[in-house]
Structure formats: structure tokens, C-alpha cells
Nanobody, 125 residues
């Protein structure tokens, strides 16, 4: 079992920055693919970014968001710059442990095994 806890959400003006953190319990953090997803009111959950040995992003955040991980701290980060009102959502981190899976799976919320509770990000115009 893996428990995930996000932090770092808040309210920021358009153009501002936030850094989200997600800390995982357990001793096998390095074997997990870590992902960030978001869900805005009235919309479906959508993929934002993922990290294994490489990083993956949805097009709308490329050049603005950076995902990174610190394996010594069992933590994955999502640094967000140039935030827009459309980025407003609940952001959740997820962990997937199926080694050898095609990387296309990383974009699908159904592939991940564990989820955090989420943290609210609100970008005001």
C-alpha cells in the first residue's frame, strides 16, 4: 500500500506561480511512475504530467509546468508558472506500479494504483 499526500495548493493571480508537492509513504517510491491529474468543476479528470525516468506533459501545460521527483524524500513536485484561470482545478497526484507498461498508459487515470486526496488550485483573473 502507498499513501499519497499533496500540499501546496492555494489562490494565486493569473501569471503567478505555485509549487505542489506530493509525498508518498512506503519504501519502493523509486519503482513508481508518479502522475499529476486535475479536475475542474463540471469537467472530467485530466492528465497534467507524469514522471518515470522521463517526463510527460499534456500540451496545455508544456513550457509552464515542470514535474520533478526527489527519491530521497519520496516526493514528487509540480512547479507551475504563468498560471491561467483555466488551470483552476483540484490537483491530485497518483502512483502507478506496473513496470514495463507502455508509456501511453501514463496519460490514463485508470492505469494508476494509488491516489492522493487532492489540493485546490485557484487562479484568479
Amino acid at each position: 500500500q502507498v499513501q499519497l499526500e499533496e500540499s501546496g495548493g492555494g489562490v494565486v493571480q493569473a501569471g503567478g506561480s505555485l509549487r505542489l508537492s506530493c509525498t508518498a509513504s512506503g519504501r519502493t517510491f523509486t519503482t513508481y511512475v508518479m502522475g499529476w491529474f486535475r479536475q475542474a468543476p463540471g469537467k472530467e479528470r485530466e492528465f497534467v504530467a507524469a514522471i518515470s525516468h522521463y517526463t510527460y506533459y499534456t500540451d496545455s501545460v508544456k513550457g509552464r509546468f515542470t514535474i520533478s521527483r526527489d527519491n530521497a524524500k519520496n516526493t514528487v513536485y509540480l512547479q507551475m508558472h504563468s498560471l491561467k484561470p483555466d488551470d483552476t482545478a483540484v490537483y491530485s497526484c497518483a502512483a502507478g506500479s506496473r513496470l514495463g507498461s507502455p508509456t501511453t498508459n501514463y496519460y490514463s487515470s485508470g492505469w494508476y494504483d494509488y491516489w492522493g486526496q487532492g489540493t485546490q488550485v485557484t487562479v484568479s483573473s
